[in-house]
């Protein structure tokens, strides 16, 4: 069917009305209900999501610069519905799913950047997801052993996280069983 709209590319919204004229229906999700903006935006995820799997699955040396430019325009627009207006610092009006969404849409990005060879792109996205997830990393080193069976200490690679959401629930739970949840966290540290 000539009429019928090449499925390689979205269309803009810049690119509405030439796309009106060749009989493709374009739906703003500006002007839609919210509940159907949010279903249009979930389409963009997944196919970005299709979009870099695709790559993968590619055995070239180099990125495929069109599904390059596809996993961006989808991403950006994803960026821009989920993770515009969210402050996981001051987080009062209880944003959890939302910041949830974020991290997860902004760690994905990160992957694409990655597996794309964007070299150096990526970190700034896994910066952000961390943000939004409330997790923070330290990387450092200790000396320990690795196993039960290990004779001598050697320095070890260690890598501390710590969440907001896991320590509001270690906070909330109270009691002895918090307390004993420390005491192991404790001792395993001295272990690693």
């Known amino acids: 069917d ?7 590319h979205s269309i803009n919204a810049t690119e509405s ?5 060749k009989g493709i229906v374009v739906v703003d999700a500006l002007s839609a209900p919210c ?25 070239g040396d180099e990125a495929s610069t069109t599904l390059w430019d596809e996993v961006e325009a989808s991403y950006m627009s994803c960026i821009s519905f989920y993770c515009t207006g969210l402050d996981p610092v001051d987080n009062k009006n209880g944003q959890n799913d939302a910041l949830s969404v974020a ?3 902004m760690l994905e990005w990160g992957l694409a950047q990655h597996h794309f060879g964007r070299e ?20 450092t080193g200790a000396e320990g052993k690795r196993t039960k069976y290990q004779q001598k200490a050697t320095a070890q690679y260690l890598v501390k996280t710590k969440s907001k959401n896991a320590s509001a629930y270690t ?22």
């Open 35 to 59: 509940a159907i903006a949010r279903q249009l935006q979930v389409a963009k995820l997944m196919c970005a999501r299709t979009a870099v799997a695709h790559q993968r699955l590619l055995q």
């Open 171 to 192: 906070e909330r739970r109270g009691g002895s069983d918090a307390r004993e949840a420390e005491a192991n966290a404790r001792k395993d540290n001295k272990q690693v």
């Open 17 to 21: 009305a030439n796309a009106n004229e």
């Open 103 to 105: 991290a997860r849409v």
């Open 120 to 139: 150096g792109m990526g970190k700034k996205s896994f910066q952000e997801a961390m943000r939004f997830a409330g997790l923070s990393v330290e990387v």
């Open 2 to 8: 000539p009429r019928r709209a090449p499925w390689s």
